[in-house]
């Protein structure tokens, strides 16, 4: 005896392998949307010696941007690992630069990076444009780690977990 498939049964198979197309697809757009890495922005630096440091003379190097202010008091609580962690990576290539907010006098984080011996670049934002290119930046602190080839692997905002932070790091300066 020979079966025949009903409409219902053909429009249900339909169903079922559209949405298994729109399933896979949307699984595709998830993992490119995951895995794709943001290039940090094109920007530079002023130094709080007046020198200019370009996001193009860091390439090559695996770089932590902090951004942070004296007033803010978890910013000031995790500057003594972050000069820890620059410490122990300075030379195999990690650069730092600790961008001071907008609204942090200069003459604050002059003496904040002197009287702390900051070993890194310390850099001025006065008018929040690399606040602004950095996705908007509005708390502090926000950390931002940007590998060999100028994209940024991973983003804290708040203290990070310093062992992960290490840990992701050397996978970085390894490359």
């Known amino acids: 005896m020979q079966t025949q498939s009903s409409p219902a049964a053909g429009k ?3 169903i079922k392998a559209l949405a298994a197309i729109v399933v896979l697809g949307l699984a595709i757009v998830a993992w490119f949307s995951f895995s794709a890495k943001d290039a940090a922005p094109n920007v530079t630096f002023t130094g709080l010696d007046g020198k200019k ?3 193009e003379s860091l390439r090559g190097k695996v770089v932590m941007v902090n951004f942070w202010a004296t007033s803010c008091v978890t910013c000031v609580k995790e500057m003594p690992h972050m000069v820890e962690t620059y410490n122990k990576y300075k030379d195999q290539g990690l650069e730092f630069v ?4 907008s609204y942090d006098p200069p003459n604050y984080v002059l003496n904040y990076a002197q ?3 900051l070993p890194f670049k310390v850099a001025l ?5 690399l606040a602004k290119s950095f996705g908007d930046v509005k708390l502090t602190p926000t950390t931002y780690v940007i590998d060999k080839q100028g994209n940024i692997i991973k983003r804290y905002v708040g203290e990070p977990e310093f062992a ?3 840990q992701l790091l050397e996978k970085a300066l390894a490359v």
Do not use: K, Y
Request: proline fraction near 0%; aromatic fraction near 4%.
């Open 12 to 14: 249900q198979t339909w």
């Open 98 to 101: 600790a961008v001071a907010m």
């Open 53 to 55: 440091i370009t996001s």
């Open 115 to 117: 009287t702390r011996n």
């Open 164 to 166: 992960a932070l290490h």
């Open 125 to 129: 934002d006065t008018t929040g444009e």
